[in-house]
């Protein structure tokens, strides 16, 4: 079976805009970034409108247009106006949301509303990382400390649903954290698939570019 180890276009993305990444990963995870967020806080006068008419503290978030065109587009959301749209209609975790001239997403959320969908995705990527390890003993997931790399040591008995996870849905949940937790700038995950018995690279790849190779060179 050869299978794609691609960026994610497709079913996860429009769970991931739709439904704002539930827990519901069954394979891998990773290392949340310490890094805080970026609090920007509004005078409490009645000139302490800001331009989105907030008058408390807030956390906003900027997902870059590349990370919006590579990990959050989907079939059915092709623009970063249908993306915003998608988070602003979850209002237990965000405040507002808009797309801005250059393709950038911005979400805007309360500290309360920040922190508990923090929880909540990083409380997903760990229990993914605990069942993709429990699968099989030899199996490894390993998340570099910048968030830009994963390592994964599997076989060919993954079955396909937990190997779409580990090379794409996971990867989405960290590269959404990454931003959350306050950094700026490009992200990019390299994904390297080693044999779990041999140790042997089997392939690596950028997340964002597509890649493919048949199921079995994972080996046994």
Request: glycine share 6%; charged share 20%; with cysteine.
């Amino acid at each position: 079976m050869c299978v794609r180890a691609e960026r994610v276009m497709g079913r996860w993305v429009s769970v991931v805009v739709l439904l704002l990444w539930l827990p519901l990963l069954t394979a891998c995870g990773g290392k949340p970034a310490g890094v805080g967020p970026s609090v920007e806080s509004s005078p409490g006068s009645s000139f302490g409108l800001d331009d989105w008419g907030l008058d408390k503290a807030t956390v906003r978030v900027v997902f870059p247009f590349d990370f919006v065109s590579h990990a959050l587009y989907s079939k059915e959301s092709k623009t970063p106006a249908a993306v915003a749209a998608g988070f602003k209609a979850d209002t237990e975790f965000y405040s507002d949301a808009r797309a801005e001239p250059n393709g950038d997403v911005v979400v805007v959320m309360t500290q309360s509303q920040h922190e508990r969908l923090v929880e909540r995705d990083e409380g997903s990527i760990r229990a993914a990382e605990q069942s993709f390890v429990k699968s099989n003993q030899d199996y490894r997931y390993v998340v570099s400390d910048d968030q830009q790399s994963v390592s994964i040591w599997a076989n060919k008995y993954l079955s396909p649903d937990m190997f779409f996870n580990v090379t794409a849905a996971v990867p989405v949940l960290i590269g959404v954290m990454y931003y959350m937790h306050g950094h700026t700038g490009p992200w990019q995950m390299v994904i390297s698939l080693y044999n779990c018995h041999s140790n042997e690279l089997v392939i690596r790849y950028n997340f964002y570019e597509p890649a493919s190779m048949e199921y079995d060179r994972l080996g046994d």
